[in-house]
Each structure stands twice: as C-alpha cells, then as structure tokens.
C-alpha cells in the first residue's frame, strides 16, 4: 500500500507566502516524476509544477516567477515554495508521484486527498 500525504495549505492573505509538503509512504521501491495539481470550484484540475528524479521541472505559465517545486528522493517528498499569492491561486491541491512498488510491478500514479489554499484579496 502507498499513500500520500499533503500538509502546509491554509488562509493566507494576497501576496502572502505557503509551503505545501507531500510526503509518500509504503512499500516503495522507487519514486519517478512528482507533482502537484489543482482544482478550484467549478473548474477541471489543472497542472501547477512537476519535477523529474533528476531535478527537471515544469511550472503552468500562470505560476512561474511565484512557485518553486523541489523534492528529497531519500525521505519520498515533494515540496511546492508558493510566494507573492494571489485570489486565483485559490483551490484545492493535490500532489502526485509515479512509484514502483513490488506488488505492482509497473509504474503506478498515485495522488494525495487534496490541501486546501484560499487567498483572501
């Protein structure tokens, strides 16, 4: 069994900083790309940033500049740095990691049960 486990969202007024953390734990074999996702009210879940095991990342134009995503490959956690917030920042996020397990024995996309982030104007 796999799971993982957002923490770090909350209320923060505009231009105000969060980090969120996501951390995988389980029977893990090895950890490929990670990620965070959101989705706000009324809208489909969207792409924030990724970032390979090697350190490759890509961000959503409407982040880059504001969010920097990062990861430790020894404890299984991604990290997603959020400064100079804004209201459309506002959703629910959602962090995602491709991991091979020995049951599996494929690559298998697993995803967190979602972190609140509210912006208040």
């Known amino acids: 069994q796999v799971q993982l486990v957002e923490s770090g969202g909350g209320l923060v007024q505009a231009g105000g900083s969060l980090r969120l953390s996501c951390g995988a734990s389980g029977t893990i074999l090895s950890t490929n790309a990670m990620g965070w996702y959101r989705q706000a009210p009324g809208k489909q879940r969207e792409l924030v940033a990724t970032?390979?095991?090697?350190?490759?990342?890509n961000y959503a134009d409407s982040v880059k500049g504001r969010f920097t995503i990062s990861r430790d490959n020894a404890k299984n956690t991604v990290y997603l740095q959020m400064n100079s917030l804004k209201p459309e920042d506002t959703a629910v996020y959602y962090c995602?990691?491709?991991?091979?397990?020995?049951?599996?024995?494929?690559?298998?996309?697993?995803w967190g049960q979602g972190t609140q982030v509210t912006v208040s104007s």
């Open positions: 970032i390979t095991k090697g350190g490759r990342t």
């Open positions: 995602s990691a491709e991991i091979w397990t020995v049951v599996a024995g494929v690559w298998v996309d697993y």
